[in-house]
């Protein structure tokens, strides 16, 4: 059974930081192009970043492009998803995810993200 487990979320002011880790421990990693999705109260969930098996492609939401940073570490199973100069509408719950066939497959529990002064 897959397991991701995402960490790192919590409550940052506006123009804050975080960076939000996920685990993937019993997966191939570097067989997956990994994720990142968000959803946020009210709103459907959307596709926040994406990364390539080996790191060498990156897509970003319009909304977060030039903020966020999506990395991948493969020789220790993680994802990162650096996030920067936060606003009140990133706040979401953030979900990691593999993909394959260009879908999503599997999916973490999640991690809140709260943007509050």
């Known amino acids: 059974q897959v397991h991701l487990v995402e960490s790192g979320g919590g409550l940052v002011q506006p123009g804050g930081s975080l960076r939000l880790s996920c685990a993937a421990p019993?997966?191939?990693?570097?067989?997956?192009?990994m994720s990142w999705h968000r959803r946020a109260p009210g709103k459907e969930r959307e596709m926040v970043a994406g990364?390539?098996?080996?790191?060498?492609?990156?897509n970003y939401a319009d909304s977060v492009k030039g903020r966020f940073i999506i990395s991948r570490d493969n020789a220790k199973n993680m994802v990162y998803l650096h996030m920067n100069d936060l606003k009140p509408e990133d706040l979401a719950a953030y979900y990691c995810?593999?993909?394959?066939?260009?879908?999503?497959?599997?999916w973490g529990q999640g991690t809140q993200v709260a943007v509050s002064s």
């Open positions: 995810t593999a993909v394959a066939l260009g879908r999503p497959i599997y």
């Open positions: 019993s997966l191939l990693f570097s067989d997956f192009n």
């Open positions: 990364i390539s098996r080996f790191g060498t492609t990156t």
